[in-house]
């Protein structure tokens, strides 16, 4: 089976339409981040607490909402997660509330602030830990054991809490469901120190201002970095017009990446900002294919213009980028429809990333060192011989 | 067959059970939940697949800078005594940032010989320059400086390792993070409500038995009006617990001495225990050193009372009957059995240098990290068909070798991780997916390569040749590039990120010897039962 025989593209004669196209998507971005959503920081970048609830039943987000005004709670940005049979709800809460000496305050008020049934005297089963439980359990000793008692009830609470966690799903909406999981006669004590709340906390992510600002400066400087690294590689492989114009196709595609994710509104964490450095590798896969082929068919035509042999390489490499790019794509698209909520920012950049990626090294790459090449033309010197050394 | 070609293969069988070896071991059987079970126990997983908690601290490296400055300042307030020096007054102009500045105020030009030699002798670490109006300011050498502030957060580490050993957490983390910003980064696997930890964690526990002067006052304000509206220069005030049999819950005040004749450093032991009425006190006992201190101090002192202060709060006060040697007991406050068992462990672990603050806290609950495993699991499975798939029905023959090249690849990632210590965390799942698209670029490149030198009427041999020739350049600058920008988030990266530049630089160097050795391989062989003149599968 083959897809692409002899093909033969001018594609370097295409580039007033590719940077038209990039330009739109560019500048889209741009304005998006300066005008309208502005960056997207996760909350591992602006700071903030998070808090990931899971309902028993189809949350109501006005009554959380509600929820959250009576506990005083200002402004918290309340939205279901995931798909909808999950039942979760994220809870959002700006940096302004979360002091540094006590980091954990807004968690600890937005559980209190969602306990709306409790009965007075009675700790959520749903929320505590195995300690907790195994305290009570100590406490009523239900099970009359004698000197290893802290061992067996610390068994017992473990086996509760396994059972909520792993096979409920992480709530638990009656102590009937318990039977079994654990001594009947440790679970019949349960409801007289516990009730069950219609929740149950999956994750929180708390992250004080002053991480976030370093975090965001680390980000930065990673990203420059890789940016410098390919150029420098490039620059020592090639030639230095090939590294720059690798890192200007890269960093056309990490603001289109970006762009979209402002576009979008989706939060930029940490692992979103681990794609888009992948990214950078990626796309640079690419534009050295290219890059590689050029250098060989210099060698071989050495008659022909170099637009002639810049073409003549992409379409002799577009079977190779296409499908590369498309097997990629299989996976990253697998990964996006089936690797969950928590990559879905992740899965998100590479899905875009690998298009634009795939597109700039035929697009952006090849015909920045063409124009180059054109303008030292243009001022009558000769067009300097690409591999400068063949290594 | 020929002899090189068998050797290759007996190369690429070897490397097969290594890795087969350090995904699984010897597992117990060769049933599913066997094997995954032996694949638990070689392969670990990050917090965000197995839940628990992730702090970072910040040690506060200022409160060990601060604590060595007043110590130089009583030092050279000796000194000066001795060696008749006046002074106005010595001062540390700012506390909070730079706490190892020193300013001593009104010391004439000359005593200047004597001030240099003092400090030249007692306090070495520390520079000393002359300012206008016989004003003379001190700060520590840098060098000094940066080890005082490393040994402390050296030291936390150590004090938090400790603490978090005795609470039975298994398999914690806890070591350096950042670059140079003092930085502690915690994690606890199964840890799943974190307030009892932290408490434990950022506890000081500075354990000090001074002598006490009077009190309880029920405020300062009456402790120094008692003491005639100035305090004793060798006494300090410090809050207490409510005063006993008073009705109203409020502050206590009590006069204790500045020096403390034991502290925390003294400790051999700490045991909870219970006092006279039966509440529950933890009862500790001094080295053989600190011992003979405390002997000297309580047989000065029958009569007298003790103070038992910890973290700058006057635990309770005694009566000194009749001189102790080791032992000694710390009651009162109310403690509670938990209390008094989670003290004990603090005061066996040491005190913390410095104090510790928050930055950050992230909780994975079970419930999640199970849910992500599904589906990280999930779309690697799909991924990796579509991929394998995909290749069988592109290059038929060829693309069986690519399949083979792989999943040995899969296998070798894998087994990387088994033997390393790293760990696999959901963006880790990621990066193994991601190999299997990246990698399965190397055999496009070779394939794509092989074909076209087909088309150019190569024969089948000289066509594989050429095509891994011509393909090799390209497949390490590919791999070059992506290799460096994984180190670079390694560097940059914690916990799940670093976990994915982990599999994916494991998954790329095990590409490069699946893709280009173990297929060349595969291809020579197939080539070595062909007849010549015989197409290629491609």
Same mark, same amino acid.
């Given at each position: 089976?083959?897809?692409?025989?002899?093909?033969?593209?001018?594609?370097?004669?295409?580039?007033?339409?590719?940077?038209?196209?990039?330009?739109?998507?560019?500048?889209?971005?741009?304005?998006?981040?300066?005008?309208?959503?502005?960056?997207?920081?996760?909350?591992?970048?602006?700071?903030?607490?998070?808090?990931?609830?899971?309902?028993?039943?189809?949350?109501?987000?006005?009554? *959380? !909402?509600?929820?959250?005004?009576?506990?005083?709670?200002?402004?918290?940005?309340?939205?279901?997660?995931?798909?909808?049979?999950?039942?979760?709800?994220?809870?959002?809460?700006?940096?302004?509330?979360?002091?540094?000496?006590?980091?954990?305050?807004?968690?600890?008020?937005?559980?209190?602030?969602?306990?709306?049934?409790?009965?007075?005297?009675?700790?959520?089963?749903?929320?505590?830990?195995?300690?907790?439980?195994?305290?009570?359990?100590?406490?009523?000793?239900?099970?009359?054991?004698?000197?290893?008692?802290?061992?067996?009830?610390?068994?017992?609470?473990?086996?509760?809490?396994?059972?909520?966690?792993?096979?409920?799903?992480?709530?638990?909406?009656?102590?009937?469901?318990?039977?079994?999981?654990?001594?009947?006669?440790?679970?019949?004590?349960?409801?007289?120190?516990?009730?069950?709340?219609?929740?149950?906390?999956?994750?929180?992510?708390?992250?004080?201002?002053?991480?976030?600002?370093?975090?965001?400066?680390?980000?930065?400087?990673?990203?420059?970095?890789?940016?410098?690294?390919?150029?420098?590689?490039?620059?020592?492989?090639?030639?230095?017009?090939?590294? *720059?114009?690798?890192?200007?196709? *890269?960093?056309?595609?990490?603001?289109?990446?970006?762009?979209?994710?402002?576009?979008?509104?989706?939060?930029?964490?940490?692992?979103?900002?681990?794609?888009?450095?992948?990214?950078?590798?990626?796309?640079?896969?690419?534009?050295?294919?290219?890059?590689?082929?050029?250098?060989?068919?210099?060698?071989?035509?050495?008659?022909?213009?170099?637009?002639?042999?810049?073409?003549?390489?992409?379409?002799?490499?577009?079977? !190779?980028?296409?499908?590369?790019?498309?097997?990629?794509?299989?996976?990253?698209?697998?990964?996006?429809?089936?690797?969950?909520?928590?990559?879905?920012?992740?899965?998100?950049?590479?899905?875009?990333?690998?298009?634009?990626?795939?597109?700039?090294?035929?697009?952006?790459?090849?015909?920045? *060192?063409?124009?180059?090449?054109?303008?030292?033309?243009?001022?009558?010197?000769?067009?300097?011989?690409?591999?400068?050394?063949?290594? | 067959?020929?002899?090189?070609?068998?050797?290759?293969?007996?190369?690429?069988?070897?490397?097969?059970?290594?890795?087969?070896?350090?995904?699984?071991?010897?597992?117990?059987?060769?049933?599913?939940?066997?094997?995954?079970?032996?694949?638990?126990?070689?392969?670990?997983?990050?917090?965000?697949?197995?839940?628990?908690?992730?702090?970072?601290?910040?040690?506060?490296?200022?409160?060990?800078?601060?604590?060595?400055?007043?110590?130089?300042?009583?030092?050279?307030?000796?000194?000066?005594?001795?060696?008749?020096?006046?002074?106005?007054?010595?001062?540390?102009?700012?506390?909070?940032?730079?706490?190892?500045?020193?300013?001593?105020?009104?010391?004439?030009?000359?005593?200047?010989?004597?001030?240099?030699?003092?400090?030249?002798?007692?306090?070495?670490?520390?520079?000393?320059?002359?300012?206008?109006?016989?004003?003379?300011?001190?700060?520590?050498?840098?060098?000094?400086?940066?080890?005082?502030?490393?040994?402390?957060?050296?030291?936390?580490?150590?004090?938090?390792?400790?603490?978090?050993?005795?609470?039975?957490?298994?398999?914690?983390?806890?070591?350096?993070?950042?670059?140079?910003?003092?930085?502690?980064?915690?994690?606890?696997?199964?840890?799943?409500?974190?307030?009892?930890?932290?408490?434990?964690?950022?506890?000081?526990?500075?354990?000090?038995?001074?002598?006490?002067?009077?009190?309880?006052?029920?405020?300062?304000?009456?402790?120094?009006?008692?003491?005639?509206?100035?305090?004793?220069?060798?006494?300090?005030?410090?809050?207490?617990?409510?005063?006993?049999?008073?009705?109203?819950?409020?502050?206590?005040?009590?006069?204790?001495?500045?020096?403390?004749?034991?502290?925390?450093?003294?400790?051999?032991?700490?045991?909870?225990?219970?006092?006279?009425?039966?509440?529950?006190?933890?009862?500790?006992?001094?080295?053989?050193?600190?011992?003979?201190?405390?002997?000297?101090?309580?047989?000065?002192?029958?009569?007298?009372?003790?103070?038992?202060?910890?973290?700058?709060?006057?635990?309770?006060?005694?009566?000194?009957?009749?001189?102790?040697?080791?032992?000694?007991?710390?009651?009162?406050?109310?403690?509670?059995?938990?209390?008094?068992?989670?003290?004990?462990?603090?005061?066996?672990?040491?005190?913390?240098?410095?104090?510790?603050?928050?930055?950050?806290?992230?909780?994975?609950?079970?419930?999640?990290?199970?849910?992500?495993?599904?589906?990280?699991?999930?779309?690697?499975?799909?991924?990796?068909?579509?991929?394998?798939?995909?290749?069988?029905?592109?290059?038929?023959?060829?693309?069986?070798?690519?399949?083979?090249?792989?999943?040995?690849?899969?296998?070798?990632?894998?087994?990387?991780?088994?033997?390393?210590?790293?760990?696999?965390?959901?963006?880790?799942?990621?990066?193994?997916?991601?190999?299997?698209?990246?990698?399965?670029?190397?055999?496009?490149?070779?394939?794509?390569?092989?074909?076209?030198?087909?088309?150019?009427?190569?024969?089948?041999?000289?066509?594989?040749?050429?095509?891994?020739?011509?393909?090799?350049?390209?497949?390490?600058?590919?791999?070059?590039?992506?290799?460096?920008?994984?180190?670079?988030?390694?560097?940059?990266?914690?916990?799940?990120?670093?976990?994915?530049?982990?599999?994916?630089?494991?998954?790329?160097?095990?590409?490069?010897?699946?893709?280009?050795?173990?297929?060349?391989?595969?291809?020579?062989?197939?080539?070595?039962?062909?007849?010549?003149?015989?197409?290629?599968?491609?």
């Amino acid at each position: 089976m083959e897809f692409f025989h002899d093909v033969n593209i001018d594609f370097l004669g295409k580039k007033w339409y590719f940077l038209a196209f990039s330009l739109i998507f560019s500048v889209a971005g741009v304005l998006s981040m300066l005008f309208w959503h502005g960056i997207p920081w996760g909350v591992d970048f602006r700071g903030g607490t998070l808090v990931y609830v899971k309902f028993s039943h189809t949350p109501d987000l006005s009554a *959380v !909402r509600a929820a959250m005004d009576r506990a005083g709670l200002r402004d918290p940005k309340i939205q279901s997660y995931g798909q909808a049979p999950n039942n979760e709800v994220l809870i959002d809460l700006a940096q302004k509330e979360t002091s540094e000496q006590a980091l954990d305050r807004g968690k600890i008020q937005i559980i209190g602030a969602l306990e709306t049934n409790a009965p007075a005297g009675k700790q959520d089963l749903n929320n505590s830990s195995s300690l907790t439980i195994k305290n009570y359990l100590m406490d009523k000793d239900p099970m009359h054991l004698g000197s290893d008692a802290d061992q067996k009830y610390t068994a017992q609470a473990q086996a509760i809490v396994e059972y909520r966690d792993k096979t409920q799903g992480g709530v638990l909406s009656s102590f009937d469901q318990l039977k079994g999981a654990a001594d009947p006669a440790a679970v019949a004590t349960l409801p007289d120190g516990f009730f069950l709340s219609d929740f149950g906390v999956r994750n929180v992510e708390i992250v004080g201002p002053q991480v976030g600002g370093q975090l965001r400066q680390q980000a930065g400087l990673a990203t420059l970095y890789s940016l410098a690294g390919m150029l420098v590689y490039l620059g020592f492989r090639f030639e230095w017009i090939y590294g *720059v114009a690798a890192v200007v196709t *890269v960093f056309h595609d990490t603001l289109i990446t970006v762009g979209a994710f402002s576009l979008t509104k989706t939060d930029i964490s940490l692992t979103v900002i681990a794609a888009i450095l992948t990214l950078i590798g990626y796309s640079n896969n690419d534009t050295i294919v290219v890059f590689d082929r050029i250098r060989e068919n210099i060698k071989l035509m050495r008659r022909e213009k170099l637009s002639e042999i810049v073409n003549r390489s992409i379409n002799q490499t577009l079977s !190779r980028t296409i499908l590369t790019a498309g097997l990629t794509f299989l996976t990253v698209l697998a990964l996006f429809l089936f690797g969950g909520e928590v990559l879905h920012g992740f899965s998100l950049a590479l899905v875009i990333g690998i298009l634009i990626g795939t597109y700039s090294s035929i697009a952006i790459a090849a015909p920045i *060192v063409v124009a180059y090449q054109d303008w030292r033309m243009d001022r009558g010197k000769r067009p300097s011989a690409m591999p400068a050394k063949a290594r | 067959m020929n002899r090189t070609l068998l050797t290759k293969l007996g190369v690429i069988v070897g490397f097969l059970l290594f890795f087969l070896f350090g995904i699984f071991g010897i597992p117990k059987g060769f049933s599913r939940d066997g094997l995954l079970a032996a694949m638990g126990e070689r392969i670990h997983l990050g917090l965000d697949l197995r839940g628990g908690t992730h702090l970072i601290l910040q040690v506060q490296v200022n409160d060990a800078v601060n604590v060595d400055a007043q110590n130089a300042i009583e030092i050279l307030k000796e000194q000066l005594r001795k060696r008749k020096i006046d002074y106005a007054d010595i001062i540390q102009p700012d506390q909070q940032n730079n706490p190892d500045h020193i300013v001593l105020k009104g010391v004439q030009a000359s005593a200047r010989t004597d001030l240099m030699s003092i400090v030249q002798e007692r306090l070495p670490e520390y520079d000393i320059n002359g300012g206008a109006e016989n004003s003379w300011t001190m700060a520590m050498k840098p060098t000094n400086l940066a080890e005082l502030k490393n040994k402390a957060v050296t030291q936390a580490i150590e004090t938090i390792r400790n603490r978090i050993d005795q609470l039975g957490v298994s398999e914690p983390t806890i070591q350096e993070h950042g670059l140079g910003q003092y930085q502690i980064l915690v994690q606890l696997p199964g840890v799943d409500d974190p307030a009892r930890v932290k408490d434990i964690m950022q506890s000081t526990a500075m354990l000090e038995i001074k002598q006490s002067l009077g009190g309880p006052y029920p405020s300062e304000q009456a402790a120094l009006q008692e003491k005639g509206g100035v305090l004793p220069a060798d006494a300090i005030l410090l809050p207490g617990h409510s005063m006993p049999g008073a009705e109203a819950e409020g502050p206590a005040w009590y006069l204790v001495s500045r020096v403390s004749p034991v502290s925390g450093k003294d400790l051999r032991d700490a045991q909870p225990s219970r006092d006279q009425n039966g509440q529950p006190s933890v009862s500790f006992t001094l080295t053989g050193d600190g011992g003979q201190r405390f002997y000297n101090f309580t047989s000065a002192h029958v009569g007298d009372m003790l103070a038992v202060v910890l973290d700058n709060k006057v635990q309770e006060v005694a009566n000194i009957h009749e001189p102790i040697r080791d032992r000694g007991e710390i009651s009162g406050g109310r403690m509670s059995e938990q209390q008094s068992k989670d003290l004990s462990m603090i005061l066996r672990s040491g005190a913390l240098p410095a104090g510790i603050k928050y930055l950050e806290e992230r909780t994975v609950g079970p419930s999640l990290g199970a849910d992500s495993i599904r589906a990280g699991v999930r779309a690697a499975i799909v991924g990796m068909a579509a991929v394998l798939v995909f290749m069988l029905i592109y290059y038929r023959g060829a693309g069986i070798n690519a399949d083979v090249a792989l999943i040995l690849n899969l296998i070798i990632l894998l087994g990387f991780m088994g033997y390393s210590e790293a760990v696999l965390t959901l963006p880790g799942i990621a990066g193994v997916i991601l190999t299997v698209g990246m990698g399965v670029d190397s055999n496009v490149l070779i394939f794509e390569r092989i074909r076209e030198e087909i088309r150019n009427g190569k024969t089948p041999s000289q066509a594989v040749d050429q095509g891994f020739h011509h393909a090799m350049t390209t497949i390490i600058d590919t791999h070059v590039t992506t290799i460096v920008s994984s180190a670079i988030l390694f560097i940059f990266g914690t916990g799940p990120v670093r976990g994915f530049a982990t599999t994916l630089t494991f998954g790329l160097l095990a590409n490069l010897f699946t893709a280009v050795f173990v297929s060349r391989v595969i291809f020579d062989w197939i080539l070595s039962r062909k007849q010549r003149g015989e197409a290629l599968s491609i």
